[in-house]
Structures are given as structure tokens and as C-alpha cells.
């Protein structure tokens, strides 16, 4: 069986296994990170996207080797589903030289311009204008890659998307706008911070094409992602794809989550994308239990080797302090 589900060609079957084992590498690497920061490891700050891994594990899958993403604060899934090291991006968090900066940047600087990652961001918003420009440079140059722009519902209310989408449709630039909205930017809910129940409507105000996906269904994903990227390839412009998802997790360390209850909490991890994949997987014969645990525990395996790695990894020398550095 070469293909199912009416996906996209290139989702072979070999490519849907990779997927389900990814969507595990990105939920082990954050539930690791959680750990360490809790023991006091790791140092500054992270946001994990626990619960969110089929959104970017779906959204990328539907891409093709040369189009390029941008990120945001909450952005290791992100980054490995573009094809990031979890050994590198594990030292990154740990401080030590052989992260991807030499242990000077942490959770919300990784970058992987090689594999068309073109860096988390610590600025809320900041990364819609990057992915306009990435788009821009595309049809400019006639480069052929698409750019998708992740971001978050807080970030849909800043000007800088508004700017960028407009832009992005007046000049018909090859960029997916990607709005993972998991329903709260820090404490704040997006129902209280947006008066419309659906952001992907916004797109409207801009002429272009705006949807909603269920953000557990990683098929409905990809589907939709790889309609809008191969749209956009095409010359008609960008498109704005709204994420119904959630973060598991507090919005970042030492966040009591006050602000919602346990219940809304269960009802979310009842909906898991990754248990719903491996269910689907399992009926479509892509997967037997038996092969499901054994790339789940590869996954665990490898991020247990990531871990290995940073720790053995040396920390920066003091005589280096200044290199690298912008500010
Ligand atoms: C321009 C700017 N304003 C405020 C902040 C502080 N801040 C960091 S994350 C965050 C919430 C962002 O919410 P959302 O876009 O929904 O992303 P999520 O954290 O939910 O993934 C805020 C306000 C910031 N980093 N940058
Ligand atoms: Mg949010």
C-alpha cells in the first residue's frame, strides 16, 4: 500500500509511520524539557507545546523539502518536524557548545536555516512579517518555495499580522499563515480576546481564503495545509489556517493555570492527536499495536540519547562570551 486516505502522494506509507514516531519525538522532548526545568537543568525560560504536536507535525508534512517555515515561542515541535536535530536542540536548552547556538540561545533561538527553519521567536507576532519577507525574496527570485508562518491566537491580534496578511495578499506572496490557536495567550482566553468565534474569518478582511482545522486530526491537517501550500505555489496567493488546539501545559514555567479548570484540561487530552492517529493507523493497517510501541519507544529512546548527548556536551568557554552575540 503506497498511499492512503486520499493524502498527498508523497505521504507514503513509510512517511505516515515516520509521522506517528515524530508526533512521540516532539511530546518525549518537551515532557523531558518539563522535568529538567521543574529539577532547576535548565536555565531562562521555555514554552512547551505538549498537545500540540499534531499541528506541527501535520502542517510540515504537507510542505516539500525547499519551503521554509518560521516559528514562534512555543516552537519545538516546530523545529522538529522541519527536521532539527533533538540531540542539538536538547544542548541548546542544556547551554552547552554543541547546541544549534553554541549554548547562547536557548529554547526561543533555534534556527536550522539548512533545513528551511528560519528560527523560533521570542516576540509575539514577530515572525508574520519574517515570513512575508522569505515569501517575498520566493516570488521575487521565482525560488519555488512556499513559506508557512506559525503564530498564535494572542499574536493574530497584533499589528503585525495585520500588516503582513494584508501585504501578503495585495503583492499574492507564497505564504500559509498557520494560526495555532490553543485557546489562551498566557492567562488570558482567546473567547475573552477576540469577539469572533472563528479567527480564521480575519482572512476575510484581507481576500484571502481563511479555514478552520481540528487540530488533533492530523490528516484533516495535512489536507488543508497541503491544498493552501500548493495554492500558494501555484501564484494565488496566501491563505490563513486556523488550529483548533491546546496546550497541555501551563503557558510557561510556574504557571499555576488558574485560569481554567481541570475538567476543560481532561476534555482536550481525551481528544489526543497522537492517540487518535495511532486508532486511525491501527484500522487503516498502517500499524499494528506492536510496531506502534516500538516506534513510540524508539522515540522515547531517542530522546533519553538527546539528553545523553547535552549532558556530555561541554558548557561555552568564558573567552567566547562575546561571540555570536547581537545585543
Ligand atoms: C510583542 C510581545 N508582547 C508580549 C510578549 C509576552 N508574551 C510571551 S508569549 C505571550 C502569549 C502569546 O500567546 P499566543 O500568541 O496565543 O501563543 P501561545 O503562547 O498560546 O502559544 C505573551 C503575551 C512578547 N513575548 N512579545
Ligand atoms: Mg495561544
Redesign the pocket.
Given at each position: 500500500m503506497e498511499k492512503t486516505f486520499n493524502l498527498p502522494s508523497h505521504i507514503t506509507t513509510d512517511k505516515l509511520k515516520d509521522l506517528y514516531k515524530q508526533m512521540w519525538l516532539i511530546r518525549y522532548f518537551d515532557e523531558k524539557v518539563d522535568q529538567f526545568f521543574a529539577k532547576g537543568l535548565i536555565h531562562g525560560t521555555t514554552?512547551l507545546c505538549v498537545g500540540q504536536e499534531a499541528s506541527a507535525a501535520g502542517a510540515i508534512a504537507a510542505l516539500q523539502d525547499i519551503d521554509k517555515i518560521t516559528s514562534?515561542?512555543?516552537g519545538h515541535g516546530h523545529c522538529i518536524a522541519k527536521g532539527a536535530r533533538t540531540d542539538k536542540m536538547m544542548a541548546e536548552l542544556f547551554g552547552r557548545v554543541t547546541g544549534y547556538c553554541k549554548g547562547k540561545g536557548g529554547s526561543m533561538h533555534i534556527a536550522d536555516l539548512e533545513k528551511g527553519n528560519l528560527g523560533a521567536n521570542?516576540?509575539?507576532?514577530?515572525g508574520i512579517p519574517l515570513a512575508v519577507g522569505a515569501a517575498l525574496t520566493s516570488k521575487m527570485k521565482n525560488e519555488g518555495y512556499v513559506v508557512l508562518c506559525f503564530?498564535?491566537?494572542?499574536?493574530?491580534n497584533?499589528g503585525s499580522f495585520h500588516e503582513s496578511l494584508n501585504l501578503a495578499s495585495i503583492w499574492g506572496l507564497p505564504v500559509v499563515f498557520i494560526c495555532?490557536?490553543?485557546q489562551?495567550?498566557?492567562s488570558g482566553a482567546?473567547k475573552d480576546m477576540i469577539n469572533i468565534p472563528d479567527i480564521a474569518d480575519r482572512a476575510g478582511s484581507y481576500g484571502i481564503k481563511g479555514e478552520v482545522v481540528d487540530g488533533n486530526d492530523l490528516v484533516e491537517i495535512i489536507n488543508t495545509v497541503y491544498d493552501a501550500v500548493e495554492d500558494a505555489r501555484d501564484g494565488n496567493g496566501p491563505a490563513l489556517i486556523e488550529v483548533k488546539t491546546y496546550?497541555w501545559k501551563g503557558?510557561?514555567k510556574s504557571d499555576a493555570k488558574k485560569y481554567r479548570t481541570r475538567e476543560e484540561e481532561q476534555e482536550w487530552r481525551s481528544k489526543d492527536g497522537i492517540k487518535r492517529f495511532k486508532e486511525l493507523l491501527i484500522e487503516e493497517r498502517v500499524l499494528t499495536e506492536e510496531l506502534a510501541e516500538e516506534l513510540q519507544q524508539e522515540a522515547k529512546q531517542e530522546i533519553e540519547d538527546a539528553v545523553r548527548f547535552a549532558e556530555n556536551s561541554k558548557e561555552p568557554s568564558i573567552d567566547t562570551l562575546l561571540e555570536d552575540v547581537y545585543a
Amino acid at each position: 500500500m503506497e498511499k492512503t486516505f486520499n493524502l498527498p502522494s508523497h505521504i507514503t506509507t513509510d512517511k505516515l509511520k515516520d509521522l506517528y514516531k515524530q508526533m512521540w519525538l516532539i511530546r518525549y522532548f518537551d515532557e523531558k524539557v518539563d522535568q529538567f526545568f521543574a529539577k532547576g537543568l535548565i536555565h531562562g525560560t521555555t514554552h512547551l507545546c505538549v498537545g500540540q504536536e499534531a499541528s506541527a507535525a501535520g502542517a510540515i508534512a504537507a510542505l516539500q523539502d525547499i519551503d521554509k517555515i518560521t516559528s514562534t515561542h512555543r516552537g519545538h515541535g516546530h523545529c522538529i518536524a522541519k527536521g532539527a536535530r533533538t540531540d542539538k536542540m536538547m544542548a541548546e536548552l542544556f547551554g552547552r557548545v554543541t547546541g544549534y547556538c553554541k549554548g547562547k540561545g536557548g529554547s526561543m533561538h533555534i534556527a536550522d536555516l539548512e533545513k528551511g527553519n528560519l528560527g523560533a521567536n521570542g516576540i509575539v507576532g514577530g515572525g508574520i512579517p519574517l515570513a512575508v519577507g522569505a515569501a517575498l525574496t520566493s516570488k521575487m527570485k521565482n525560488e519555488g518555495y512556499v513559506v508557512l508562518c506559525f503564530f498564535g491566537d494572542g499574536a493574530s491580534n497584533e499589528g503585525s499580522f495585520h500588516e503582513s496578511l494584508n501585504l501578503a495578499s495585495i503583492w499574492g506572496l507564497p505564504v500559509v499563515f498557520i494560526c495555532e490557536n490553543n485557546q489562551y495567550g498566557m492567562s488570558g482566553a482567546a473567547k475573552d480576546m477576540i469577539n469572533i468565534p472563528d479567527i480564521a474569518d480575519r482572512a476575510g478582511s484581507y481576500g484571502i481564503k481563511g479555514e478552520v482545522v481540528d487540530g488533533n486530526d492530523l490528516v484533516e491537517i495535512i489536507n488543508t495545509v497541503y491544498d493552501a501550500v500548493e495554492d500558494a505555489r501555484d501564484g494565488n496567493g496566501p491563505a490563513l489556517i486556523e488550529v483548533k488546539t491546546y496546550r497541555w501545559k501551563g503557558h510557561s514555567k510556574s504557571d499555576a493555570k488558574k485560569y481554567r479548570t481541570r475538567e476543560e484540561e481532561q476534555e482536550w487530552r481525551s481528544k489526543d492527536g497522537i492517540k487518535r492517529f495511532k486508532e486511525l493507523l491501527i484500522e487503516e493497517r498502517v500499524l499494528t499495536e506492536e510496531l506502534a510501541e516500538e516506534l513510540q519507544q524508539e522515540a522515547k529512546q531517542e530522546i533519553e540519547d538527546a539528553v545523553r548527548f547535552a549532558e556530555n556536551s561541554k558548557e561555552p568557554s568564558i573567552d567566547t562570551l562575546l561571540e555570536d552575540v547581537y545585543a
